[in-house]
Nanobody, 123 residues
């Protein structure tokens, strides 16, 4: 079992930056991929970014590529969000899982989730 706790969300203006953090605890050795998903009001939860422990391979959705950067330090994963846009407004969730192949982008593939942190971007 892995416990995840997100932090760093807030209310910002378009063009601003935020850095989200996700601290993992428990049986973290059972996971090799951590990622960020987001869910806007009335929308389904969608993939934003993932990172693999070994090699640090990262993958981003087209909507955040070039603006967001996912990274890790020990048992903490970060999401640096630059040039935020109103459409980035959502609850951001940290997720973890173990996969033999490429990291998936479907939320249901991940079995560990945090409670989420709200990011609101005003225009």
């Amino acid at each position: 079992q892995v416990q995840l706790a997100e932090s760093g969300g807030g209310l910002v203006q378009a063009g601003d930056s935020l850095r989200l953090s996700c601290e993992a605890s428990g049986r973290t050795f059972s996971k090799n991929v951590m990622g960020w998903f987001r869910q806007a009001p009335g929308k389904e939860r969608e993939f934003a970014a993932t990172i693999n422990w070994t090699g640090g391979r990262t993958y981003y959705s087209d909507s955040v590529k070039g603006r967001f950067t996912i990274s890790r330090d020990k048992n903490t994963v970060y999401l640096q969000m630059n040039n935020l846009k109103p459409e980035d407004t959502a609850v951001y969730y940290c997720a973890a899982g173990f996969f033999y192949g490429p990291a998936p982008i479907l939320p249901r593939a991940f079995d560990s989730w945090g409670q989420g942190t709200q990011v609101t971007v005003s225009s």
